[in-house]
Every structure is written in structure tokens, then in C-alpha cells.
């Protein structure tokens, strides 16, 4: 009788959490599992003396103390307690936790990727003061093969970050990426990992595994002017899942040392003219942002002779931005021109009066996508500007086509976005070879593509005739096809500086500089000022600084010119001519090496 009473005991024992609605006894590393998502989801669980290890504003974090925490690696040691609202709950408390197990997400959000969370928590308090786990360190590798939940397995526990850099510049929320280290990540040929059915032969990127986000501003508003390349010191907080990012959530200042910035480029040599082109991010008659392309355009760009402009409103903008550059400096005067498209932005020039125009023409306004009559082929036209530069002697020909591709926008799920970008660059194609033979031409804007392919289509392989490492949609042969140098790419051929643009912290070139067979002997290199691409956004609205102006940073191509018309680079004259006196040494060592 006595042994049936102990085992009917036993028994209510075991089952007294269900009965009474706490749930299974767990621990968190048995609750976190060692996959993607916890294997108790939609479950009731409990899990007992966790210390509390950051509070946030609807909820907290809890971790098992050292002495019972799992030895595997596999497993994270902390879960996320929802509450809804600021907890009443300090860091350092003991507590006992129950409530259901779900794996958070939002719309957008990777189907692999959640946060795992109790939610509808009971929360039993049972002592303050009880020491933190040690942080354990988190440095992401950048190499392809690792598990995948190479990042899960620490989820919501305390880290150490160590010093590293800024990838990008702080976002609205004080948010930016970084790695761990020195080496600052770039784009790379390929498509974007996690894609389905991807046929042989077809390149796949990484991703970068290496780089992740930092709520910076959790440490304090200093972050929120963080600009991309400055170092961050070492970081300690928790990591968690958040927006569709892993982020490391400081719980203390870190230090950040600032770099230079902006940067301008640099000024021009005897005789060289310069052509540049730059995105105006959606430009209208915004009296503070025409100030900042003012800046932008001035300062940075040291007023190029020609500019190509993307994503202006209307000519009458561009006409407002010429005037505020003239206001700001009496010396420099812009001419806008500008033709409407399909879209409710467009493409354009500033031309200074060292290079009058000749002639401004669209191309391709009413071409539609192939298959698709109802779809036009170019939402921005190419732009072709004939003129000729006059301020070294005689007139120097050249003429300037700017584009502003098809976005990247769907290219992962669309095939019409697919299908428009391909036939978008192979009409380009088209258009550049019906120019003539001998043309000195400037390719340049803001193609929306990489110097190589994204493997769905390569874009600059099918303008430029390069060769291409393969994608879904292969290049076309062009009739007549006119060989493109991307002088972008010749001029970073380090990579250190090649980039227009970032994007999830990494460093990519949309924007680029083509030139012509014919031009190819006077191009004296490009650089890109940088005042957007790295830029927090926290100073976008700020009119005293060009900082922040667009999300581009404006490739800016010099060209040397002819001022005697003889057809002789003028810098390559005082090479032919020998070294005999000083200052010709002086001119031979600048321009002849």
C-alpha cells in the first residue's frame, strides 16, 4: 500500500507543471535546441533560476549560470523573454520564467532566420545581485563553409565583440555593419547565397558571413554619426535576432575612432578636364538638400566640367541647383539640361561653360520589354551629350552618354526584372555601337550593376564586350560591338577604394566610367568623392556639410586634353619632347612614368 503511494506520488510529480499550465522543465539550451528553431515551439515550457542579463523596452534577456550552462557548442545558453512593455526587472536578478516557446519574425524575414522567445511570460523573481555569465566571443568567419546556425548558436547571449570597423555608416536607428578586424568586405561575382536551382557553372557569393550589425545607439547617440571605415573598439553586450539581422546589442559605450571625412578628389593638372556623374537621390526644389548638392558638387567633386545627374524631379530643379552652385561661387557656372522620361526622376547634365553643349538627345524612350508591350524598356533613357571642352586652346571633342539602369530590386524572384535589366543593357550595346568608329566617348550614371557579373545577368559584360563568368542570362553577341574600358575598375584595381556604394555592409560599385577605343589614351584615371556612400544618415538633413547629400558616392573621370590640336595628349608632348631643362624634368616626372 505504502509503495503504491509513493508511485502515485511520483507520478503527480511528474505531471503537476502540465496540470497546473507551467509547462515542460527545461533548460534554455534545451529550449533553444541545436537548429534553426527551437524544437518546443507552440509549447509551454519553464525554465528555473536563469539570471537576468539585459533589459530592453518590451522585454529581456535570461541566461543559464555558468555552473549549469551546456558545454556544447551547438546550443545558446539564453532566450529572449517577451513582455510587451519595459519590463519592472533589473540585469543581475535571479528569476524563474515560464510561457509559450515561439520563433519570432517579421514579413521579410528569412524563412531559417527568428528570434526564439517565451512569450506570455509568468515571472517569479527569486534574488537581485547574481553575477553575469561570462561573455563569450563572437568574430564571425568569412569563409563559405560553415554551418548554418554558425550565428544562432549564441543567440541571445552575452558577447565579446572584438575591435574591428564600421562597413557602413549609421542608419536612423543609430544601427551599422561591421567586422571584426581590418579587412573591409566587398561585393563579389555571384549570386546571393540561399538561392534554389541554381544550374552549374553559375557563380554564388558567400554573402560575406563575416560581417554583422550593431545597435550602436543602445550604447549611446555618439554611434549615430558613425561613418563607415572608423574603428570600433570591442563591443560587449548580448546578440540577438532583429529586422532580419543578427545584431550585437552593446550594453555599454565602445569607443569609435573617426576617420577623414568627406574626402574631395583631387584637383586637376594642366590640362585635364573632368566628367563625373552622380545619383541626386530623388532631387526636387528642397531649398536645404539644393544647398547640400551645392556643397556636394563644389567641394567634393571640385565642379566637374560635365555632370551627369540620375534622379532629378524635373529640369526646372536642375536649373535651381545651377543657380545655388553660381550663388555659392560666382566663378562657376552650369548650364542644366534635362529630357523627361517614364519615370517620375530622371537623367540630366550640368555643364559647365568650359564645355558648351552642342547637342542633348534621348534615346530609347519608347522601346518596351520584349514580350511585354504594356512594359517600357527604359524607365530613365539614356542621354547622349555632344559638346566640346575650351578651356585649354583648341576644342577637345567628346561626347557623354549617361544611363540609369533597371534596379536590383526583385532580380532574385523576378524574371521579368531579369529580362528588363538584360535587354535594357543589351540595347545600350545597341546604341553605342551605331555611334561612329572614332567617337571619344564617356559612358557613365549609375548602372544598378556590379564591374562583374550578379548571376542572374551581367550587365557591364554585355555593354562592355569583357568576358563574363556566366549567368542565368548569358550576353548576347552586338553587331558591331564597341570594346568599353571600365576605367572605374582600372583605377581601383586594389580594391581598397572600389565602391560607389553599400549595401548590408558591404562595399559595391554601381557607378561607372566607360570610355571609348578612341578616348582610351587620355583618360588620366577616376576617383570617387566620398561624402554619401559612408555617410550616417543622421546628417542627411543637415545643409552645412555635403555629407550625407546621396546614398552615391560620383565616380569622377579626368581626361587630359589637346591645346594645340595636333592630336597629342598634352602631357605626352613634354614626353616626346625629351628632359633637358628643369622644369621639363619636373613635368616628365609627373605625367610620364
Known sequence: MRTTSIRFAAALLALWPTLVGAGVLLEIYEIQGSGMFSPYVGQEVETRDNVVTFVSTDGFFIQTPTSR???????????FVYTGSVPSISKGTLVDVSGRVVEFQRAGDAANEALTEIVDPVITPLSSGAPLPAPVTFSPRGDRDQPENAIERFEGMLVSVPAGIATSGADRFGDFYMVTGNDRPFREPGIEPGASNIPPGIPVWDGNPEVFEVAGAKAGDEARTIVAGSAIGAIEGVLTFAFGEFQAWPASPFAIAPIEFPRSVRSRRA??????????????????????????????????????????????????????????????????????????YHVGFLVRDTFPAASVEQFGRDL????????????????????????????????ILAVHLRSLIDIETSDFARTKRHHGAVELAELIASLPADIRLVVTGDFNAFEFTDGYVDVLAQITGAPSLGALIPVEPVENAKRLTNQTVIATAAGGDRYSYVHGGNAQVLDHSLTTAALDA?????????????????????????????????????????????????????CDAGDGAAGRRRLVRLFCR
Open 271 to 344: 590640362g585635364e578636364m573632368t566628367v563625373a556623374s552622380q545619383n541626386l537621390l530623388q532631387l526636387t526644389s528642397n531649398a536645404p538638400r539644393i544647398e547640400k548638392f551645392s556643397r556636394l558638387i563644389r567641394e567634393i567633386l571640385r565642379s566637374p566640367d560635365v555632370l551627369a545627374v540620375s534622379e532629378a524631379q524635373s529640369l526646372a530643379v536642375l536649373q535651381n541647383l545651377a543657380a545655388r552652385i553660381t550663388a555659392d561661387d560666382p566663378s562657376i557656372r552650369y548650364s542644366a539640361h534635362l529630357v523627361p522620361g517614364n519615370d517620375s
Open 368 to 399: 518596351t520589354v520584349p514580350g511585354r508591350p504594356d512594359q517600357k524598356l527604359f524607365d530613365r533613357p539614356p542621354l547622349l551629350l555632344r559638346g566640346s571642352y575650351i578651356a585649354n586652346g583648341a576644342p577637345f571633342e567628346l561626347s
Open 69 to 79: 550552462a551546456d558545454a556544447s557548442e551547438e546550443t545558446s545558453n539564453a532566450i
Open 522 to 574: 587620355w583618360v588620366r584615371g577616376v576617383e570617387f568623392g566620398r561624402a554619401s556612400a559612408d555617410a550616417p544618415d543622421a546628417l542627411s538633413g543637415d545643409s552645412s556639410t555635403a555629407i550625407a547629400a546621396s546614398d552615391h558616392d560620383a565616380p569622377v573621370l579626368y581626361i587630359i586634353t589637346d591645346a594645340n590640336g595636333n592630336g597629342v595628349p598634352d602631357d605626352r608632348e613634354q
